[in-house]
């Protein structure tokens, strides 16, 4: 009754994107918590597969331009110039993120997952979803996620955090 949550959605790349505040009584419906409103200075274009804007609730690739934004990847030219662009004329920059989210009926952004749900590592084709599905079934685990580590200096890596409540009961979780 007297907690407040707040969440914000951001990355490395592109600092915070948006925000959500939920205050005791807020009706937060049902399934995945939305992202939020976009802070002041970011913009965000979500864009189908061929680049084109997608209709209102429908998932897109996620583009934040913002003053923000990385200017790019140290010592990567190539993904650099792949995910990276500057705004002619001025200081906004803009960055190709590899999320997928939506507009809700609400207004707000909600996020969808990420482009990126197969990969390869080694000739070896992983999926991400399945990899996390098997983190999450082992015993006190109760939310995992994996991604691929791409650094220029080593073969691509496959990297994960769990939230374990292992000891923990649920007042334990509680505000």
């Known amino acids: 009754d007297r907690c407040t949550l707040y969440h914000a959605f951001s990355s490395s790349e592109t ?3 948006s925000y959500l505040a939920l ?8 399934g995945a918590l939305p992202v939020g409103r976009l802070f002041d200075g970011v913009m965000v274009e979500l864009l189908d597969d061929a680049g084109r804007p997608v209709p209102q609730g ?4 996620l583009v934040v331009t913002s003053r923000c934004v990385t200017a790019g990847y140290w010592r990567n030219p190539e993904l650099t110039a792949e995910r990276c662009a500057n705004t002619a004329g001025s ?4 960055f190709r993120t590899r999320d997928v ?12 997952g990420r482009m ?5 590592i080694k000739g070896y084709t992983i999926e991400l979803p399945e990899v996390e599905q098997a983190l999450r079934s082992m015993p006190g685990v109760r939310a995992a996620t994996c991604d691929v580590l791409e650094l220029p ?23």
Request: proline fraction near 5%; charge should be neutral.
């Open 15 to 17: 600092g915070a994107i």
């Open 23 to 30: 205050r005791p009584g807020d009706d937060v419906g049902s």
């Open 58 to 61: 429908e998932p897109g690739h």
């Open 91 to 94: 200081r906004l920059r803009t």
């Open 101 to 112: 989210v939506r507009w809700n009926k609400s207004g707000l952004l909600e996020f969808v």
């Open 116 to 120: 990126q749900q197969r990969v390869k």
């Open 153 to 175: 200096t080593r073969d691509p890596q496959l990297v994960s955090a769990m939230l374990s409540a292992i000891g923990l009961d649920e007042t334990a979780l509680e505000c």
